[in-house]
């Protein structure tokens, strides 16, 4: 009976040890994968201007009337975020609250770009408080960058130059925006090049 006791001690042991290193081996994976997901960048589906580049310049009413500037330097030296929406994206209007938040926690300038008939917008803007946020309405702008899909962002640096740009479905797609300077991967594309050379 003595015996029994001892093996079958001996016995959870080694499974309890096995277990442990089961757990530890998982953990260093879960580790190695956030690091290679880890934001580099929204996925960038138009042919507009590239990062890099100035952004076309506009100079626009919002939809209250307020004279607003798109592109060049920016008086402040402020990041700026266009938003290019519109009020009857589902997506869009789970997002607003989100785009707020990020943009009043990083002390940038949000600009939300939409098109569509004005009662749209009005009961878009009566459901939705703007707080520093401008709203403006224009086709023409969404041309200009050449936006084919929205919700769609595009960072600008306090000089007016698209620093990252993409569809923004996700929150983790929005911070991935303000992260592509200090990753230097402004893209989903650019990261998924450097793999390869580095794999090559």
């Not at 009005?122 to 919700?151: C, N, T, W």
């Not at 996700?170 to 050379?197: C, I, N, P, V, W």
């Amino acid at each position: 009976m003595t015996s029994f006791l001892i093996a079958s001690n001996i016995l959870l042991w080694l499974a309890f040890l096995g277990v442990t290193v089961v757990m530890l081996g998982l953990m260093r994976q879960v580790g190695l994968l956030h690091e290679r997901s880890s934001p580099m960048g929204a996925m960038i589906t138009d042919h507009g201007p590239d990062i890099g580049d100035a952004a076309p310049e506009f100079e626009l009413p919002d939809f209250f009337g307020r004279p607003v500037r798109i592109g060049g330097a920016e008086a402040q030296g402020r990041q700026t975020l266009l938003m290019f929406t519109a009020p009857s994206c589902p997506v869009c209007d789970k997002l607003f609250p989100i785009i707020k938040s990020i943009g009043r926690a990083e002390g940038i300038n949000v600009v939300m770009i939409s098109d569509g008939a004005p009662e749209e917008h009005r009961r878009f803007l009566d459901s939705h408080e703007l707080g520093e946020m401008r709203y403006v309405v224009s086709a023409e702008a969404g041309m200009a960058f050449q936006v084919g899909k929205i919700p769609y962002g595009v960072l600008l640096d306090g000089q007016g130059i698209i620093r990252a740009k993409g569809l923004t479905n996700t929150r983790e797609h929005l911070e991935s925006l303000l992260e592509a300077d200090k990753t230097g991967f402004a893209s989903l594309q650019q990261y998924m090049a450097s793999r390869k050379k580095q794999a090559a």
